[in-house]
Nanobody
Framework: VQLVESGGGLVQAGGSLRLSCAAS????????MGWYRQAPGKLRELVAD???????TYSGSVKGRFTISRDNAKNTVYLQMNSLKPEDTAIYYC?????????WGQGTQVTVSS
């Protein structure tokens, strides 16, 4: 399984970015897909998750600002990030889960300037 993230970059506080995670196979085969992030010196944390049934979960710090979605036809999961804050600065990783196994992408850097 290969996951390729894209869409990261540098943005000013209050701005928006949309991250994409393209999978090498049908995302129908995954129980869930999610976005995680890791800031320097911090542990990797869950940002948002979406199940194969479309049920979404968000961390409290992004709820109301970020939206996770999936396009099954394109085998892609998105993370729309609005009202970005400097504390959102991190490497963002895509993860898929299937049968108890997890698969990670290589990550994409998001930097929010104040």
């Amino acid at each position: 399984v290969q996951l390729v993230e894209s869409g990261g970059g540098l943005v000013q506080a209050g701005g928006s970015l949309r991250l994409s995670c393209a999978a090498s196979e049908s995302i129908f085969s995954f129980n869930a897909m999610g976005w995680y992030r890791q800031a320097p010196g911090k542990l990797r944390e869950l940002v948002a998750d979406i199940t194969s049934d479309g049920v979404t979960t968000y961390s409290g710090s992004v709820k109301g600002r970020f939206t996770i979605s999936r396009d099954n036809a394109k085998n892609t999961v998105y993370l729309q990030m609005n009202s970005l804050k400097p504390e959102d600065t991190a490497i963002y990783y895509c993860k898929s889960r299937r049968a108890g196994l997890g698969y990670w992408g290589q990550g994409t850097q998001v930097t929010v300037s104040s």
